[in-house]
């Protein structure tokens, strides 16, 4: 595949998660997901959860910060600036143009209704990736150690307020430090 195929098809994924991904950062991350991981296959599951925690480290809004990663990572720093313009054009122009709209028409119920009708689609694309999450983290942690590092994860975020950010950076520091196991092997006298 030529360079100017890759930037194509980097523009044309991240085209479409600016087009589509309706509510924000959050709800682009399924968008990303399945251009990333199952229609052009620049990285595995493993790889795009490693993306999205620093990138929830990071401050700043995640669709930009992984498209800027994933840009680069697939076609260098021109790619990084062609997925960022991708995702984040489409942002721009549905801005203005609903801005322009809500502040002519903002009382009518149709502009209302727009609104509302999103939220349980986005309701779902969330649903279907905190699933897919949690089917990745079980299958590599166990039932119990995902179940009771979700548990603290949300008492820590929604009962304390701790910033999601900092649970997730504490999470990498840990990871990070934890020991390698060892592995023994027992030799053969022969």
Do not use: C
Request: glycine share 12%; charged share 10%; proline share 5%.
């Amino acid at each position: 595949m030529t360079m100017l195929q890759t930037q194509a098809q980097l523009f044309m994924a991240f085209l479409r998660i600016g087009l589509f991904g309706f509510g924000g950062g959050p709800s682009m991350i399924p968008l990303v997901h399945q251009e990333v991981v199952k229609r052009h296959a620049w990285m595995d599951d493993e790889a795009f959860a490693d993306v999205l925690a620093i990138g929830n480290t990071l401050p700043g809004p995640i669709a930009t910060k992984m498209a800027g990663y994933i840009g680069y990572r697939v076609g260098g720093s021109l790619g990084a600036l062609n997925a960022v313009i991708a995702v984040i054009g489409p942002i721009i122009v549905a801005m203005i143009a609903l801005l322009s709209l809500y502040a002519r028409h903002g009382d009518q119920r149709w502009v209302q209704g727009m609104g509302q009708g999103v939220v349980p689609v986005v309701m779902v694309m969330m649903a279907k990736l905190t699933w897919d999450f949690f089917a990745k983290s079980r299958a590599s942690l166990g039932w119990l150690v995902t179940l009771v590092m979700g548990a603290v994860a949300g008492g820590l975020i929604y009962w304390l307020d701790v910033h999601p950010g900092l649970v997730i950076g504490a999470i990498l520091i840990a990871a990070l430090l934890r020991p390698e196991p060892h592995h023994t092997t027992r030799e053969t006298d022969t």
